[in-house]
């Protein structure tokens, strides 16, 4: 009895995280639109991911207000401070891209933006997952 009570909350256990999984996965259109358009330049595509970055900011400070709310009673310096440290790291990794001694070429401003973007998108689904998990307390 206590054998099937173990195996049914794994079973369960199981089901919540391959749900929380599944919504963590990032929205990848709006990359692959700005990645793949036909016919765009780097400087196109660094625009458009430039633009669809600034949009997903603007998501991911929704959610943020909603990480802070009562109902889910998450720490907000700490939430505050993740996300600092975060935009750092975004800012400092996909920056990686530009060698800063004049050889990186004119897809670098395209490969610098199309990596934020990415990130962006990924740490959006992050914070999902979290309010996710979290729940109304």
């Not at 800012?91 to 070429?105: I, P, T």
């Amino acid at each position: 009895m206590i054998q099937r009570a173990v195996l049914a909350a794994a079973l369960l256990a199981g089901a919540t995280v391959a749900r929380a999984q599944a919504a963590s996965e990032p929205d990848q259109q709006p990359l692959e639109a700005c990645r793949n358009h036909p016919g765009w330049t780097p400087t196109g595509a660094a625009i458009c991911a430039r633009e669809a970055t600034d949009a997903a900011d603007q998501r991911i400070a929704v959610l943020m207000r909603e990480a802070r709310s009562r109902a889910l009673a998450l720490r907000s310096a700490d939430l505050a401070a993740s996300q600092a440290d975060w935009q750092r790291y975004r800012d400092l990794h996909c920056g990686l891209f530009d060698r800063g001694d004049g050889s990186s070429g004119s897809q670098t401003p395209a490969d610098v933006q199309l990596c934020r973007l990415a990130r962006t998108l990924r740490r959006e689904s992050e914070l999902r997952e979290l309010i996710y998990l979290m729940g109304p307390r």
